[in-house]
């Protein structure tokens, strides 16, 4: 089984599912490592700090207090001896769910994303690194999004998959916008 939108095709790196799944260290510095299952193995293994719950920041109210349904978290830690100031992170869901999410967002070609999930409102941030004339998965991660309503959040991933097709091929679009209009004023009783 091989992940080509996460593989990184530089030596002595990870892939990108690695470093959102499994985390790892550069240069003094914990990046990735955005998987609750993995924060929970490696504090159980004693590598992990759990240093405290970052509140999350809403218009009108000063913080949120964390909830026992908590689904979406910021949270601080030291891992093996490094401390990662800010991380978020699902908890709960199943890493099949966050891959399929991550990569769809990658899909897109935005860098940030935003959607509904269940209660919340996600900003998912996917960076790619291109490599050889072809895009891979550098990282992804969610956020709690601004906000926006997820009306305002469809219209702007359709508008984006509408403007990435029409650079593709605009002749196609061009062609289908003109049947639809035939379409349209060949209908009885349509304007």
Known sequence: FRLPLYRRKVENDSSGFEHVFVGEEKDGAIVGLHN????YMEEKKGNLNYMGYIKPRQ??????????HEQLIT???EWCGD??????????????FEFALYSLCFLAGEEKQIVEIGPYMVEVTCYNMHHRGKDYVGTSFPAAAP???PTHAATKIQAHARGREARKDPRAVQDRKNQNHAAKKAAPGMS
Do not use: A, D, H, N
């Open 36 to 39: 609750w299952i993995q924060l």
């Open 59 to 68: 218009r009108g109210v000063s913080y949120t207090s964390p909830s026992e």
């Open 75 to 77: 949270v601080q830690f």
């Open 83 to 96: 401390l990662k100031p800010e991380s978020s992170s699902f908890i709960g869901t199943s890493p099949t």
């Open 147 to 149: 906000g926006m309503s």
